[in-house]
Structures are given as C-alpha cells and as structure tokens.
C-alpha cells in the first residue's frame, strides 16, 4: 500500500465488492486508453488503480461475495472491511465464521479484511 498525503478515507459498504473490479477496469482504460477519445478530457494525476490502492479508499464486501478472492488479488488485501453491523435481515449470525471457513482466500488476507483493516481505516 503506498501512503498518501491526505488524510481522507473513505469506504464503500452496503455493496458488495463484486462492482469493484468491473468499475475500476473501465476507469483504467478510459485512464488509459480513451482520454481524449470521449470519455474524459481531464487526465488524472494517478490511474484508479493507484487511488484504489492508495491507503485511503477502502471497500466493503460480503462473506459469500464469489470474486472477493479475484478483488483481493486485483487491489490487495489492505483495502477491504468487513462491516459487522448486525443484525441485518439479509445477513448471516455465523459470516464471520463463513469467511475463516472459507478456503480460497488466504489466513493473513482473513486477518486484515476483518480486523486490522478495520483499525487502519478508524485510525484505532
């Protein structure tokens, strides 16, 4: 994770993280490719991967999101929180112990989308 001058941070929750990376492809090649050819005429200073990745955006996701382990290869696992704000009609009691069963995602990512991210992002 590269560190930023700017103290904002943001999170994305209530989602999901399976938008993430289809919205941030398409931002990287408008980035990339289409400046000046109809998306944006403005060029911004660092790609959407870079801000993505920058420390201060972060995303929510959910237990059972089928690409999370795609989006943490994507962007890494330092940008990813788990939100806990149960109860939720549409959640499940036992999520936490979905994900830590969940073997396609690895231990120390586990450790960071459901606590140290958290800590980071809270500046706790």
């Not at 089928?66 to 549409?90: C, K, N, Q, T």
């Not at 994900?99 to 991210?117: C, F, H, M």
Request: charged letters at 30%; hydrophobic letters at 35%; glycine letters at 8%.
């Amino acid at each position: 994770m590269t560190p930023t001058a700017s103290k904002l941070r943001v999170c994305f929750f209530e989602a999901g993280c399976q938008w993430v990376p289809f919205l941030l492809d398409r931002m990287e090649h408008c980035h990339e490719v289409a400046v000046g050819r109809g998306c944006w005429e403005y060029r911004a200073k660092r790609s959407s991967m870079e801000y993505a990745r920058g420390g201060n955006i972060y995303f929510g996701f959910e237990v059972d999101d089928r690409i999370l382990p795609e989006a943490i290869d994507m962007l890494g696992p330092d940008v990813f929180i788990y939100a806990s704000d149960i109860p939720h009609g549409d959640r499940e009691w036992d999520s936490v112990q979905k994900l830590n069963s969940r073997t396609d995602i690895d231990e120390s990512a586990k450790q960071k989308l459901l606590v140290d991210n958290g800590l980071r992002f809270y500046g706790l």
